[in-house]
């Protein structure tokens, strides 16, 4: 719900079972049941301690008047209950698992005997989960860790739960048919979603992606969530990730895939020659390790992953040969032979401008020595008058996942934990010319997700839940270039006909589309959730907010110019049967006279149309030439909810809230 909102409707869920519900920023579990006698009569008052021994963490709390107890904020992990009351021997289950925002339901049986007596009894077997009508998948992080993976990311995991359907790209991925907006993915607590491309049908992607390594679990849940998500999204995918012990674990890895290990493709083969394969490398390394700083009290955790593709494109240019500069235009007449003419001789004998412009013979004096260095693999096309360039220029991938985090016990009663989860990568982008540093669709980008925590145990019966965190989301496009680049074409964009050099710029250095682009979309989350155990009532109290900005920033190109001759352009009228003999001036035939009427305007520089576009100072407010254009954005959501699990018997509850 947003903050602009009146109050909501009140809305009541009646259901069966008693609902512990959590928020979708929560990173706790719970643990509730009932403790009876052997006859199944409830024991008011019966003591219980729930201890995790992997960190040294304990929490007590005492059975109600009907024998019932919940544990709130619980850290996912494997627990050991003890329950004690007068006249009964001691009940110990070992193995309690909790996990990331469900409630587990564990009701305890009591056997007559002595307090110096205790039954111990392996827990996992037996925990229900009898208290939880949401519909969710909890996915253990180690399960997923043994299975033979072709990437370790642990989002595509997500999609393997009831009621997912993917229409190919991850992206469009939906939970029960609704729309992919609807899904809201967090880390450790923090929103993990890129809010400005959250559509109705692209949702299903994380900026930050948690790794197989680093997650402890995977929470999916996709129906009949509770108030306290319901300003979130209709679908959650909670990741939580590990966290350090009081013993030092870790693990090293490397996975690789190489083309030298597979073989070629039957139709490759069946070529004469035969075509080889297409090389690929990929090594995916990294490691984990985690223990304790101050045993009992602070842990730490981090783990480290990258994968790095090594690889090279080829690039291919088309330039005019050092004759077709001069003028020369080479064509194969209607007689089979071929027919050269001098587009500026011609243009000179009848008064048109026959000189080549200064600015194009300034690029020409950038093409010319980069040929001269790539003698060898310069390769003439079909047309006489151009030639081929290709080159080899380094095209290497890198992806690289570090994650950290830290808990530390303060006080028996209080826990604060902070995790960082980063994803930096730097993708290749095309070299548009031999030798350029410039770069065509080059990108980096630097998604991040922080968060930190204080789980605040006030009493036995009050629980206080505080998340607040950062998603960051840097970007940019074409990443070194400049973002004035056309000074040396005196601040305009020379759009030359495509046959003279591949490009719709005349300039191999200074292509118009290169322009860098960075942009962020930020988003703070603070999330805050009182859980009241009182009585036959689970009180949650809590609310969110969540401040998306976004900040898009893109440069205004100078005026461009079109080279060419238009039909109005009286230079066409030179193009005719006398000045080119045995052309074929068909209408089925004219790309050779285009052709020459392309040559004569990009060397001469004469201008077809003009075109051009100017940004608005947003300082001033006035329009800007070679301006930069910033896109800002902003979007505050608030929501606050109140919920209650009313057990009116051990068998009936009623779950209502707003």
């Known amino acids: 719900m947003t903050y602009k909102r009146c109050l909501p409707l009140l809305l009541a869920c009646l259901v069966l079972s008693p609902r512990f519900a959590h928020s979708q920023a929560q990173t706790g579990g719970q643990l509730a049941g009932t403790v009876a006698d052997p006859a199944g009569s409830m024991i008011p008052g019966a003591q219980l301690l729930l201890s995790q021994p992997s960190t040294g963490a304990n ?25 004690s009351a007068k006249g009964f021997a001691d009940a110990v289950f070992t193995k309690v698992t909790v996990e990331t925002g469900r409630t587990v339901n564990l009701n305890v049986r009591m056997k007559v005997g002595t307090s110096t007596q205790s039954v111990e009894v392996e827990a996992s077997g037996e925990v229900l989960e009898t208290t939880t009508n949401t519909l969710a998948t909890t ?45 809201n993915i967090t880390v450790d607590g923090m929103n993990d979603n890129f809010q400005r491309f959250r559509t109705s049908s692209t949702g299903f992607f994380d900026a930050a992606p948690a790794r197989i390594g680093a997650v402890d679990e995977i929470s999916v849940s996709t129906s009949d969530l509770t108030a306290d998500t319901g300003a979130e999204g209709a679908n959650t995918v909670r990741f939580e990730l590990k966290s350090g012990t009081n013993q030092f674990h870790g693990n090293a890895f490397w996975q690789t895939q ?24 990929l090594s995916d390394f990294g490691g984990s390790i985690g223990g304790p700083i101050w045993k009992n009290k602070l842990f730490f ?135 350029d540093t410039y770069t065509n ?17 006030i009493s036995q019966h009050l629980v206080n839940e505080f998340n607040a965190g950062l998603l960051n989301t840097q970007e940019e496009f074409n990443v070194g270039n400049s ?36 942009r962020n979309s930020p988003v703070r989350d603070f999330t805050d959730r009182l859980t009241w155990n009182h009585g036959k009532h689970t009180f949650s109290f809590g609310g969110d907010l969540r401040m998306a900005t976004d900040f898009d920033t893109g440069e205004a190109d100078p005026p461009g110019y079109y080279l060419g001759i238009n039909t109005l352009d009286p230079a066409a009228g030179m193009f005719n049967a006398t000045n080119f003999p ?77």
């Open 139 to 183: 996915i253990n992080g180690d399960a997923v860790q043994d299975l033979p993976l072709s990437g370790r990311d642990a989002l595509p995991f997500a999609q393997l739960v009831a009621g997912a359907q993917s229409g190919g790209d991850q992206r469009f991925t939906t939970y029960n048919a609704e729309p992919a907006g609807s899904i």
């Open 582 to 658: 045995n052309m074929n001036f068909s209408e089925t035939n004219e790309q050779d006279l285009t052709n020459a009427e392309d040559l004569y305007s990009t060397l001469t520089g004469r201008v077809s149309s003009i075109y051009g576009y100017n940004y608005v100072n947003s300082s001033n407010h006035q329009y800007q030439v070679l301006g930069v254009m910033k896109q800002p954005e902003a979007q505050n959501v608030g929501g606050f909810y109140f919920q209650d699990s009313w057990r009116m018997t051990p068998h009936l509850a009623i779950n209502y809230g707003f």
């Open 301 to 435: 955790f981090g783990n480290y992953e990258q994968e790095y593709v090594p690889g090279s494109s080829t690039g291919f240019q088309n330039v005019l040969t050092p004759s077709a500069q001069s003028g020369n235009f080479t064509y194969t007449g209607t007689d089979g032979a071929q027919h050269t003419v001098n587009v500026l001789s011609i243009a000179a004998n009848n008064g048109y401008p026959s000189t080549v412009n200064s600015l194009v013979a300034g690029q020409f004096g950038q093409i010319n020595p980069t040929l001269s260095k790539l003698g060898a693999v310069q390769i003439a096309t079909v047309l006489p008058y151009q030639n081929e360039l290709t080159w080899q220029y380094p095209a290497n991938s890198d992806n690289i996942y570090p994650t950290a985090r830290i808990d530390y016990q303060i006080r028996p009663t209080i826990r604060w934990h902070v995790a960082y989860d980063l994803y930096w990568r730097t993708l290749p982008g095309a070299q548009p010319y031999p030798t």
């Open 59 to 83: 929490v007590s709390v005492t059975a109600n008047a009907t024998g019932e107890y919940v544990f709130s904020g619980l850290m996912p992990g494997e627990y050991i209950l003890r329950v």
């Open 441 to 457: 669709g080059s990108f980096n980008s630097s998604y991040s997700t922080f968060t930190t925590g204080l789980d605040w145990t």
């Open 483 to 518: 973002t004035n680049p056309f000074g040396s074409e005196g601040n305009l964009i020379i759009d030359a006909p495509g046959f003279v050099n591949g490009s719709t710029s005349l300039s191999p250095y200074i292509p118009n589309y290169y322009l860098p682009e960075p």
């Open 258 to 281: 190489n083309s030298a290990f597979n073989a070629n493709t039957f139709f490759n083969n069946a070529q004469t020659p035969v075509i080889p394969k297409a090389p690929y490398h």
